[in-house]
């Protein structure tokens, strides 16, 4: 598989909602004629960070608006050196607020000099028939980027 067909789905999920995120998001990735390598961060090597293109984080907003510290803020920052020119997307859900701890990864991940993707795709609470929809088309349009 070439490096440019392989797109990295990495998540982490609290309840279930950024993980069907995830999937949906994978799913818009493969309609798009791209390859989807959908893995939770708790299983993912860090190792082969640098072959994948692009990659799609997921997160959702926990305490206070921030990425969760336990396993998903480690591998970020375990993999912060590996994102200078790498097309990255964003993800997640919330709970509450507007969604600033998205614009606050965003700035991250910009300053890392990623390539960054629209805007990162936030949905509050499980993903409905129509945040599903939204995400398979925020995979489609990622791989076409």
């Known amino acids: 598989m ?15 909602s950024t993980e069907i995120m995830a999937e949906k998001i994978s799913n818009g990735i493969d309609e798009a004629g791209a390859k989807a390598i959908l893995v939770n ?9 640098d072959s994948y293109y692009k990659i799609a984080l997921g ?15 480690p591998f970020f920052k375990a993999i912060s050196g590996h994102l200078n020119g790498k097309k990255v997307a964003l ?8 969604g600033e701890w998205m614009h606050v990864w965003e700035n991250q991940v910009k300053d890392l000099g990623a390539l960054l993707f629209d805007h990162g795709l936030t949905i509050l ?3 409905d028939k129509a945040g599903r929809r939204r995400c398979v088309e925020f995979g489609k349009a990622f791989a076409e980027f």
């Open 2 to 16: 070439e490096l440019v067909d392989k797109i990295g789905v990495i998540y982490w999920s609290y309840k279930e």
């Open 41 to 49: 961060v708790v299983d993912f090597d860090i190792n082969t960070i």
């Open 59 to 73: 997160c959702p907003a926990m305490e206070g608006e921030a990425l969760e510290r336990n396993e998903f803020e």
């Open 91 to 98: 993800f997640g859900s919330h709970g509450w607020g507007e």
């Open 125 to 127: 609470g499980e993903p």
